[in-house]
């Protein structure tokens, strides 16, 4: 029962995250780059998306590890199996994304406070409100786009592993 519920917490919390990611990339990103999305709804996009990304960030390794310990016991299973070895990129990926969505909207919180240090980011986040009209959405989505960029193609690749994961690689 409590693998059940590992794997649907875990898939749950990955679609929304790479969801949510493609999303910004796709559609929220390039309409803040040309400038026709207003600051406010910008702000708003990253604030959530950095949300989901941190919120996914306790439940997929928490998830993830109960199913490796129950899945991949003895731990060799995880380098001498084709599965192991997608669990491994799996979990290379979701760090790798991790630290492109945090570095990005790191670049684009610094271009509204210059000064800002790593931790006041990570306690405070992107602010969602406060933003003006007088802010550009070009000059931030510009800071962050090649990390939000790369961490969409991660994105990608993820949802690939997961598919070859979950359409029965053989052991």
């Known amino acids: 029962m409590l693998l059940t519920v590992s794997f649907v917490l875990h898939v749950l ?13 796709y559609a929220v990103l ?28 306790v439940v997929l390794p928490v998830t ?14 995880l380098t001498s199996t084709t599965r192991g070895w997608l669990v491994l990129v799996m979990l290379t990926l979701w760090g790798i994304m991790n630290g492109l969505i945090e570095m ?3 670049r684009m919180r610094r271009e509204l406070d210059p000064d ?11 602010p ?7 802010v550009s959405t070009t ?4 800071a962050g786009r ?10 990608v690749v993820l949802l690939v592993d997961a598919a070859l994961l979950a359409g029965g690689m053989p052991w």
Do not use: K, N, Q
């Open 104 to 106: 990005g909207v790191l």
């Open 146 to 155: 090649p990390y939000l960029l790369a961490s969409g193609g991660c994105a």
């Open 13 to 25: 919390s990955a679609a929304l995250w790479t969801g949510a990611t493609l999303f910004v990339v």
């Open 64 to 77: 993830g590890a109960y199913m490796i310990w129950v899945l991949y016991t003895p731990l060799e299973l």
């Open 116 to 126: 800002l240090g790593w931790g006041a980011y990570m306690a405070e986040g992107f």
């Open 30 to 57: 390039p309409r803040a780059v040309d400038g026709t999305m207003r600051p406010a709804t910008f702000a708003d996009g990253v604030h959530r998306l950095l949300l989901i990304t941190r919120w996914t960030g």
């Open 128 to 134: 969602a409100e406060g933003i003006t009209e007088s």
């Open 139 to 142: 000059r931030l989505a510009a």
